[in-house]
Structures are given as structure tokens and as C-alpha cells.
């Protein structure tokens, strides 16, 4: 069978077809079609099935892109991620699309924040958006899942969301300095900077959402402290949103520590990854902590699927073969 599709604006061809038409061998592994360019239209060749597949997506990421308010954020990995859903189901292909690229018994109902940029930031799951609503209406919550998920950006923008909006006063963010596999040995400098690398990914995170300027003036005044775990004994936070990041890498000792930090009008997101625990075996814990908490009104866990990967697609692949190789390992 052939047929063609033709987008109606440049620019999403240009999301979907990538420059120079580079993302042309994606789809065309993914739906098993061949796709041939002609100016913003697309013919494509293959089986019945497949072309029909292929021609129902375009169509439906066409309506999508015209509903969306922020056209220049929309990229090659929100098409994979809408499309995989709708192949998974959980998107009916016949039911109409919102503008968040979802069908109409999920759609994100409000913005997380609008960064420096302009660019507005939403939940693009179902789990994401839980766990927002649960650090507005929560004391503290946990997040636990897999890499991509996330866990550490949509706390910060929701704590940098907070901080705008005069609901806390500061952020305090943390993690453990340990080290990934590795021995880094002596690191050089004052103690900033050799803190500083197990801290630079709640930077990226910052910079992403309020800029570097900001950032830098607000840890200037103290508005935001960053810091590892070690430096939160015997401190009392209110008024603060209180992040603690790779939480798996934290004894229960130091959690116990950690979250008994908490003081008057504040808010704390605990995230972490069981599966990439660099403590020694037995150390870490966070399942434990969860396990213990659980049920304690004020404190909700939200769990994580690789279904909520929004990072690169390949991401999700690498994860769901690490995941189907440890159990063929524990069964044998």
C-alpha cells in the first residue's frame, strides 16, 4: 500500500522529519513503513496495517501541534513518548486529543512553572502529575523510579514555583557525596568546590528554570542553600521546600536525620532510584524508610515506571533491558 501525508506547517515537519529529514529511519524502524520526502509531505509504502498506523499517528500529532501554546518546545522525544502511549493503549486512537498530546481522560491541569526562557514546564504523565499535586497538598513525599523519570527537575521547578509565589520563603536542596562506582580520591580546592560535582545536576536543574543569574543571586542571599546531606544535622528548616535527591544512597540513619529536619510551613521531596544504589549491599535506606512511613498521614509515596520516562527514547529501552536481565538473572 502507498499514501502520503502532508504537514501543514514547516515546522512541525521540520520536529517530525528532523533537518536534513535525520529522523526519517526512526519512524521507519518503528512502524516498519518506508517513508519517501517531498517537500512538507511525506509518501509511505508498506503493508496495509502499518501505513494506516503511520498516516492515524501523523494525523493525530498534527491536531496536537496546532492545539499546543507552546509549539517551539515540542521535540522528536514528545512524539515518541505520545506515540508509544497510544500504541500501548493507554491513548484510544479514535478518542480526540488535548493539547498536552493525551486523550481526554488524562490531560495535565495546570502548568508546574514557566521558566526564564518563557517556555512553560508541564507534567507529561499521569504519575507526574500526582506527584506535583502531592508535594502542594503533602508534607513530604517520595518519588521512586527509574533515570529519565523526572523526579529531581519537576521537584525543583515545583519548589522554584513556591518560592515565586511566596508559599516558602527558601529552598534548601541536598544529596549525598558519594560517588558512583568510583574513587575520586583527593578532589582540589575549599569545600564548595569539591562538593560542588555531586551537586552540579540540581544546578542544571536550577539554571533550567530560573536562570544562572537568578540562581547565583538567590544562593548569595541564601534564598537557596545547596548542600550535601552531612551539613543537615541539627538544623530545624521552616518556611523551606526541602529536596533531597538519590536518596538511595542515604542509610537509614541518615534519613531518620534528614527528615527530621522538618519545621513549621515547610514542604520536602524525597527522590531516589533503588536500582542504582552505589552504597555497599544492605546500606541504603530508602525502601526502608518508605516501607516504615507508610500510612503516616501528611506523607505519600509516588512510584515511578519506565512508562514515565520522558528523557531521550532510548533511555527507556536501556532501562527495560537492565530490568529484563536482572530477572532472567534471579530466576536462574
Known amino acids: 500500500m502507498e ?40 509518501i509511505i509504502r508498506g503493508e496495509d496495517e502499518n501505513v494506516l498506523a503511520v498516516e492515524n499517528n501523523f494525523a493525530k500529532i498534527e491536531e496536537n501541534y496546532r492545539k499546543r501554546p507552546d509549539k517551539s518546545g515540542f521535540s522528536i ?24 498530546g493525551f486523550s481526554n481522560d488524562w490531560s495535565p491541569k495546570d502548568k508546574v512553572v514557566v521558566t526564564y526562557k518563557g517556555k512553560p514546564i508541564f507534567p507529561k504523565t499521569k504519575n507526574q502529575e500526582d506527584f506535583i499535586e ?41 544529596r549525598p557525596a558519594v560517588e558512583a562506582g568510583e574513587n575520586l580520591g583527593f578532589l582540589p580546592g575549599d569545600l564548595a568546590q569539591k562538593i560542588n560535582p555531586y551537586l552540579r545536576p540540581i544546578y542544571d536543574a536550577l539554571h533550567e528554570c530560573i536562570g544562572f543569574e537568578k540562581t547565583s543571586d538567590y544562593i548569595s542571599v541564601n534564598k537557596i542553600e545547596i548542600a550535601p546531606i552531612a551539613f543537615m544535622r541539627g538544623r530545624t528548616l521552616s518556611n523551606s521546600f526541602i529536596i533531597l535527591d538519590e536518596a538511595q544512597n542515604c542509610t537509614l540513619p541518615q534519613l531518620k536525620m534528614f527528615l527530621t529536619r522538618f519545621g513549621k510551613n515547610s514542604k520536602m521531596a524525597v527522590s531516589g532510584d533503588a536500582t542504582q544504589i552505589d552504597l ?30 520522558t528523557r531521550h527514547p532510548i533511555v527507556e529501552a536501556i532501562v527495560r533491558r537492565f530490568e529484563e536481565s536482572e530477572s532472567l538473572f534471579e530466576n536462574r
Not at 141 to 169: H, N, W
Not at 280 to 309: P, W
Open 3 to 42: 499514501t502520503s501525508f502532508t504537514f501543514s506547517e514547516d515546522g512541525l515537519y521540520e520536529v517530525v522529519c528532523g533537518i536534513g529529514d535525520s529522523n526519517l529511519p526512526h519512524w521507519e524502524s518503528k512502524f516498519l513503513v518506508k517513508l519517501i520526502p517531498r517537500g512538507r509531505s511525506l
Open 134 to 174: 502531592s508535594l502542594k497538598k503533602n508534607h513530604i513525599t517520595f518519588a521512586m523510579g527509574p533515570a529519565g523519570t523526572g523526579k529531581t527537575f519537576l521537584s525543583i521547578a515545583t519548589a522554584c514555583r513556591m518560592m515565586q509565589t511566596g508559599e516558602v520563603e527558601r529552598l534548601v536542596l541536598t
Open 280 to 309: 555497599a549491599r544492605g546500606k541504603s535506606g530508602l525502601e526502608r524508610t518508605v516501607h516504615k512511613l507508610g500510612g503516616i498521614s501528611g506523607i505519600e509515596t509516588i512510584f515511578f515506571g519506565r512508562e514515565d520516562i
Open 77 to 100: 522525544f514528545d512524539l515518541d513518548y505520545f506515540i508509544q502511549k497510544r500504541s500501548n493503549g493507554r491513548v484510544n486512537s479514535s478518542e480526540p486529543h488535548s493539547s498536552s
